[in-house]
């Protein structure tokens, strides 16, 4: 199965869009892989993880579209990884697959977007509308569930949302051909809960965050991102605990512009620790 990595950048976007500081103008400068959008994952042809502000630009440079996504797995309530926007796209489409799309979040993020829908005051026939084509369903940490055709457990992250007692989910997922992933944007340093569900599980591939890269002023196992020291103390706690080991690819995602590397630097620092860690860029695509 491919996986295309729709957006690899943090809430601002690399560059960030009202920033001159010399790192974000570097960026501008340069191009290429080192724009980065906000993160979201295409899983298949069927799936998405997150769907971000900019999932339009981003279906268009990854040469896709949206007809044929039926399941969307939601990590949490920010802006930059849910949009309504984006979904709301769907009412101007003159063709679509004719199938409703089922959005999965955690119940205190279904209460938070709900509460959105109805302060966007849409009218009757829009609700309608939205009612036909989307059904949201409230996923509990620490569950097994079928979506689709994915077999998906819901790891608890150590980040907070906009839901009341929110924290985001960190995706398992199982494909039919018997490989998994685990997609951890956003997390922080998982809490003991978090690791003993992973005890005795094994992935063939990982995605996870490194927001804050090149920091060195956070704490040695920060809540809600990661910086280097603290990605390779997870990955060190996964391989301690088999989950992962030297040969199991790791993707980092989810930069941040200010933090003081710029992809290069960052990939150059993934490259001395004993994984097959490199930084993902918008439109890599992955087999699994």
């Avoid at 938070?112 to 409230?138: C, F, P, S, T």
Wanted: aromatic share 8%.
């Amino acid at each position: 199965m491919e996986l295309i990595f729709l957006g690899t950048g943090a809430a601002e976007g690399v560059p960030a869009a009202y920033c001159r500081c010399p790192a974000c103008e570097g960026v501008r400068r340069r191009g290429g892989i080192e724009v980065k959008t906000r993160s979201s994952l295409r899983v298949g042809e069927h799936h998405q993880i997150d769907i971000a502000p900019d999932n339009y630009t981003q279906t268009i440079r990854a040469g896709t579209d949206m007809y044929d996504v039926e399941h969307l797995l939601v990590t949490h309530s920010h802006e930059d990884h849910f949009d309504l926007n984006a979904l709301k796209d769907k009412i101007m489409s003159q063709k679509t697959n004719g199938k409703p799309m089922t959005v999965y979040m955690s119940g205190p993020a279904k209460r938070y977007v709900e509460d959105q829908l109805r302060g966007m005051n849409l009218g009757a026939d829009e609700m309608k509308w939205v009612g036909e084509h989307y059904v949201i369903r409230a996923l509990e940490h620490f569950k097994e569930y079928e979506v689709g055709d994915l077999s998906v457990q819901t790891v608890r992250g150590n980040h907070t949302a906009h839901g009341e007692g929110e924290l985001s989910i960190n995706y398992l997922v199982k494909l039919p051909n018997g490989r998994s992933m685990l997609y951890a944007a956003d997390t922080g340093f998982y809490t003991e809960e978090s690791w003993e569900y992973l005890k005795g599980k094994r992935v063939d591939l990982l995605v996870h965050e490194c927001t804050f890269a090149g920091r060195t002023d956070r704490p040695e196992f920060p809540t809600g991102h990661h910086d280097l020291a603290s990605f390779r103390k997870s990955l060190d706690r996964m391989a301690k605990i088999g989950f992962i080991d030297e040969r199991t690819p790791v993707y980092a995602t989810h930069f941040n512009p200010h933090q003081g590397l710029d992809h290069h630097q960052i990939q150059e620092r993934l490259g001395r620790m004993p994984y097959r860690a490199q930084a993902a860029f918008d439109g890599l695509r992955v087999l699994l």
